[in-house]
């Protein structure tokens, strides 16, 4: 290969999050050619004891790691909330440095749906030896149970925790000699020379604007929030869009940042009897919680080595739905099948999670309920300004279908059903926190739901995997409609939320992304 440039690389990847990593670490398989992630976050997050103890994710909410975006959660005619922080990491390593560590790869009815917008290669059975790959390649062992493709009941969870110490995509990159890391950059555009991608502008930690030139392909990875704002800022976007900033159109893509999906759910906490929790150990401080730091410190053992997300439920409520009018109605408008899982997949997620709200003393048990498939539509991806430097708009835009709010209101009386009556946990329940839970009264768990209700941090879809321009933003191939040497590897084209949390998903796309990109260069990748 020809010696390259300063500033100039084979491949450039706009983003060293999940997915941008496992990319770039593919692609430097071969040790000739050169590649560069550009991260807007730090770049050393295992030097971050916030970052690498597992008990301690949740402190990195609103953090300097933290994209912290601002969301509208809600946004009807009779109602709107705005929030945030909306957790992403900004961090090499992107949100597998901050998220919940949890691994599950989800239904084969939902990933094969995906098929209808990337073709036969895009189905579970093709996506199966990429999510095998991506979990053994870190060094994990495979468990098949919940991982061959049906997720069912209660079970105990898998974990990107090794050793005691969060393992995150990062690692994909550690100690590669021929990829470089411009860590704590923010790229502003994408250039081209006709419909060819060539360039990427950046604002480095100089705060100076320089430009990086890729010799084979560019490839953003910048998450499903960031993504969408890059393409638009680089003239690739809505027509409306584009020119309600006065941006020049470079691609007329109309789905670029449309069809932003999530997972909305709702935490709450519940008392539990003294001395059955971890929260004098974990919270507060004392003897107990100077003895877990000893240990921690000692030999990552002790309960700071555990993501505190050790059993995870997947449970079908039809029994309970099928008592509303409202659901009979959409099933039957949906030729007959269930709406939220129409081939058999679980309702819901259930967590046994870290608590949102820190109670001042006693135990607690946080509970979080995660609608899967929810029915509303219409979130999307938007530019604030052209200053890149300015976070989008961010509308996930839930509870636009009265029949997830419905779901949701089932989905927490029936966990709640199970843990205050059933057997083993009664005894245990005391009482609800910080409010009380309406749960006899419709009207007020609806309210409760609009006020209360929260991400699971799954969000997708912004740039979705299509067959042609008309239907999405990227090919088969993850290139982008309209360009040429431009893909997108990230969350972003996810067509169909998984029902699960999405890191496993997004580990597969980085994998499948680098064996498609690998096997265009087959003189580089032999």
């Not at 440039?5 to 050619?33: Q, S």
């Not at 933290?66 to 009779?78: A, I, L, M």
């Not at 691994?103 to 093709?126: H, L, P, V």
């Not at 709010?405 to 059933?422: C, S």
Request: hydrophobic share 35%; proline share 5%.
């Amino acid at each position: 290969m020809a010696a390259l440039t300063p500033n100039t690389y084979d491949f450039i990847v706009v983003g060293g999050g999940t997915a941008g990593n496992v990319v770039a670490g593919r692609l430097a398989e071969n040790a000739d050619v050169k590649i560069l992630v550009i991260e807007a976050g730090i770049g050393n997050p295992d030097d971050i004891s916030e970052i690498t103890t597992p008990a301690r994710a949740f402190e990195l909410r609103n953090s300097k790691y933290d994209w912290s975006y601002q969301t509208t959660f809600v946004d009807r005619p009779d109602y709107e909330r705005v929030e945030k922080p909306n957790t992403r990491g900004k961090v090499l390593g992107g949100s597998s440095s901050l998220n919940y560590f949890t691994w599950i790869r989800g239904s084969r009815e939902t990933f094969d749906a995906w098929q209808e917008y990337g073709g036969d290669e895009w189905t579970w059975e093709n996506f199966r030896d990429a999510l095998t790959q991506a979990w053994t390649g870190k060094g994990h062992e495979l468990k098949e149970d919940i991982y061959n493709g049906i997720l069912k009941g209660l079970t105990h969870c898998v974990s990107t925790i090794y050793d005691g110490v969060r393992s995150s995509s990062a690692l994909y990159v550690t100690g590669k000699d021929n990829v470089e890391v411009m860590h704590s950059t923010v790229a502003t555009k994408i250039n081209f020379e006709g419909d060819t991608a060539v360039s990427v502008t950046v604002v480095g930690i100089d705060h100076n604007e320089s430009t990086l030139k890729a010799t084979k392909e560019i490839i953003i990875a910048s998450g499903v929030f960031e993504t969408p704002k890059l393409l638009l800022l680089s003239g690739i976007g809505p027509r409306r869009e584009l020119a309600r900033h006065g941006i020049q159109p470079m691609i007329i893509s109309e789905h670029v940042g449309e069809h932003l999906l999530d997972h909305p759910i709702l935490p709450h906490v519940f008392k539990l009897k003294d001395g059955l929790g971890l929260d004098h150990i974990l919270l507060r401080e004392g003897p107990a919680h100077d003895a877990a730091v000893m240990q921690y410190d000692k030999d990552k053992t002790g309960p700071l080595a555990s993501g505190l997300l050790e059993m995870i439920a997947f449970p079908r409520i039809d029994g309970q739905l099928e008592g509303h009018e409202m659901y009979r109605k959409a099933r039957t408008n949906n030729g007959g099948k269930d709406p939220f899982g129409p081939g058999g997949q679980p309702h819901f997620e259930i967590d046994f999670i870290w608590h949102f709200d820190i109670p001042p003393e006693g135990d607690w048990l946080t509970v979080v309920v995660d609608l899967l498939h929810p029915q509303s539509k219409g979130g999307h991806v938007r530019l604030n300004s052209i200053d890149p430097r300015e976070q989008p708009e961010i509308n996930l835009n839930y509870f636009t279908d009265e029949l997830d709010i419905l779901a949701l209101r089932e989905g927490v009386r029936f966990v709640d059903d199970i843990l205050m009556n059933g057997d083993g946990m009664k005894e245990i329940i005391a009482e609800d926190f910080p409010w009380p839970m309406p749960r006899e009264s419709d009207e007020e768990m609806d309210r409760l739901i609009l006020d209360r209700a929260q991400t699971g941090y799954h969000p997708c879809g912004t740039a979705r995997l299509s067959h042609d321009i008309d239907q999405g933003v990227v090919d088969s191939e993850l290139r982008v409609h309209g360009a040429k040497r431009l893909r997108i590897v990230d969350a972003s084209i996810i067509p169909v939320i998984p029902d699960c949390r999405i890191q496993n998903a997004v580990y597969m796309i980085g994998e499948k992304g680098a064996d498609i990109i690998k096997a265009a260069y087959p003189e580089l990748y032999k």
